[in-house]
């Protein structure tokens, strides 16, 4: 199946822990992104990488750190994990010149900070 | 200060009726708009882009119209069936090159009532 995974779908950790969410998507997009979705399911950009080069930092904390090895792959790591840093984060992909067709998304990552 | 807006919390809208849902937006001049459909649990799907120099956009039962002096978008879901129900979002891009991410508004909440 063509699509955006990531994994894991639910990560339940303490305060203070460092955690990672992987993304993969095998569509052939030069673009992905983290967004993150909070408790008033407003849905915003983190970050954005094009050909494994950072486009976008948008004003998150430093303890996020993306990381992308290949087009095909970007990672998020959480360092010192706080409770205001609970949500659902969405990886997704585009291709920078077929608008046409949108992003695509993953089926997200509930992070609950405990 | 800019700002996306769309209608309401939650749209009741009786089957086989027409349902219209509206994104304002102030302060941005956007290259183009997307919608999306939001399922509990899961990503946001792509529905219909829009660019800035387009009026209007059909796809099946859906179509979406963009007026930029109004600084508007509406989506129309024709012949409406409860399995519209969904949050359906919207979304701009500020720029019609590179890796630009979306500026999603919080989405409105379609009940589609048999």
Request: aromatic share 10%; charged share 20%; with cysteine.
């Amino acid at each position: 199946d063509t699509a955006v995974s990531q994994t894991p779908k639910y990560l339940v950790t303490q305060m203070g822990n460092d955690k990672s969410i992987k993304c993969e998507q095998n569509l052939g997009h030069d673009t992905m992104y983290w967004y993150k979705q909070d408790s008033k399911k407003f849905l915003k950009i983190m970050f954005s990488y094009n050909n494994k080069e950072l486009i976008i930092n948008e004003t998150v904390p430093n303890r996020f750190s993306p990381k992308s090895p290949d087009k095909a792959h970007l990672n998020l790591h959480i360092n010192s994990l706080e409770l205001g840093d609970s949500a659902v984060y969405f990886c997704a992909s585009s291709h920078t010149r077929e608008r046409r067709y949108g992003y695509t998304f993953g089926s997200g990552t509930r992070l609950t900070v405990v | 200060s800019q700002k996306i807006e769309q209608n309401s919390e939650a749209l009741n809208i009786q089957e086989g009726k027409t349902a219209t849902l509206t994104c304002n937006y102030t302060n941005y001049s956007p290259a183009y708009l997307q919608w999306y459909r939001q399922d509990p649990g899961r990503g946001p799907v792509f529905l219909l882009l829009i660019r800035e120099n387009e009026k209007e956009k059909r796809k099946e039962r859906l179509k979406v119209t963009f007026d930029t002096t109004l600084k508007q978008s509406l989506f129309h879901i024709t012949a409406s069936q409860p399995a519209d129900s969904a949050t359906y979002l919207c979304a701009l891009a500020l720029s019609g090159g590179g890796a630009d991410g979306l500026t999603f508004g919080k989405g409105t909440h379609l009940i589609i009532q048999p």
